[in-house]
């Protein structure tokens, strides 16, 4: 079980949190830089990637367990050898699922090259491709305005979804590292072709990029293509829908501010590397990931405002010692090892850690091999799906004039089990819906078409109910098509045929009477046998007799029908 960010009482942690409420996030979705990784590297780094995975830390019950991986710096040399030697050590994990699989390796131009893992009971893959401006290569190489490597685009679907508005756009890049002049410009066109690959997405998509930037601040010209608007003609910039945002909202001079020190992610391992005091590595998303809807980053909590900009950490620089936040209920982001104490050193310098504890840290800084860098993670809500009735009600043959109804229900069949936090519901969307009639005559939707909600619960799940209404006032055949219209990416939707013969029902409705002999809510036989015990004024004419028991019989007769729907003679 994935626990995470739970039961805080630890020292160093802000927001005067003394107890936060247990979580799982199931749809986690990680980026990492894994420093050269090479299947022979799994005796030396191996072990230390299963305690990063799925070590908890006891103190507070935090696990990092992504169910998806963004990762850079695979060897080229034995590509998917490599990525399935790292598909193997996370199979193999304690307290692992087993569940990892590996998309198609793509092998960069350059020194190394991108990949992609994920738990296939998470995630389905559809398709990957290369990321590059015009003709394969153009941009990439060693020359000053060439990017070293190029990117990849993977399409991902969450497990038993098929709609392609469903559908999850994956990017990773691993830019041009140093912070010259000449680097920044060699990193230039990597920003420049993953906003342009953006832009050609539908409008409304899911995509993010998670990536080893190696953007020492925002206001560079490759962080400013993808993620600035600029309504000049023939700039790239000027496609909002292909536009990219920090979730946490804090942008700045991240390099060697201790301003940031609590979303620093590289260098884990201090002294003689650096330490602490860079935000290099990054997952960005796109406008509709920010919406709420569908597909969408969400809080560490309902309630939470993603708007915000992530907790700031203390104004000057503390010493280690200090503590400084690390945790944000508005924000499910974290960069995973870094509590915020440990500015311009290593992450288990003191011997502490306030985020995941000794252990998982220094599990941290061996698989970096010495100048790498920490995973970054973020949350993700699945989309609703509807679940309702298909194909054809059929009333059948039904009296005139009488009230002729049937209840449908409707609930959110997203898999709770398998998406939700906890398995309450949190990080399934609600599900939002209405009626229409889209053919036909003669029915209705008692209380209005809507729009209406319905979130996702455990089973046995609870629904909405809807009753739908027969007009009977007149002989005849009636057919609609009822049409349920919803966010489900699956089916946004679904038509239900409604069919309903309405007779002539018999002699003319009695007057009104006390027909109801036994009392118990109900027109049935049971209420003539009632009367021969009771002698009751059916008729209400203040006068017990034979007439009682005729009105009686010409009232169950006339609900006759209904009867025989109903089960009953």
Known sequence: MRRIDSLLSILGVA????????AMAQVRIGQ?????WNATDVAARGAAFQTAFYGINPANALQFAPDLMILQEIEDAGGQGNVNAFVNVLNTAPGSPGDWVAAPFVLNQGDSSNALVYRSTRFTYVTNSVITLGVQGVDVGSGPTQAPRDNQRWTMLPFGYSGSSANLYIYSSHMKAGDTGADQLRREPEGLRIRANANTLPTGSHFLLGGDFNIQSSSQVAYQYMTAFNSMFADARNVQSGQFFDPINRPGDWNGNCSFRNIHTQEPTGPGTGGMDDRLDQILVSSALRDGQGWSYIPF??????LLPFVSAAAGCPSSTTATAWFDANHSYRAFGNDGNHFN???VDGNFNTQVGVTIAQALITTVATGGHLPVYLDLQVPAKLGSPTGTIAFGSVPQNSTTTQAISITNAADVARFSKNGTGWGIDTLNYSFSFVSGSGFSIQGGNGPFTRSATALPAQANSHTIVV??????????????TSDDPDAPTRDIALTATVGSGGPPPPPPGNYDVNGDGQFTIEDLYRWYNLFTDVDQNTVVDINDALALRRFLRWYEMQEIINGRR
């Open 471 to 484: 007009d009977t006032s007149a002989q005849g055949t009636l057919n609609a098509v009822l049409r349920i």
């Open 15 to 22: 927001c005067g949190l003394a107890c936060v409420p247990a």
């Open 32 to 36: 990492w830089n894994v420093t050269n």
């Open 301 to 306: 909590s309902p309630g939470g405002n993603i």
């Open 345 to 347: 050193g290593g992450i």
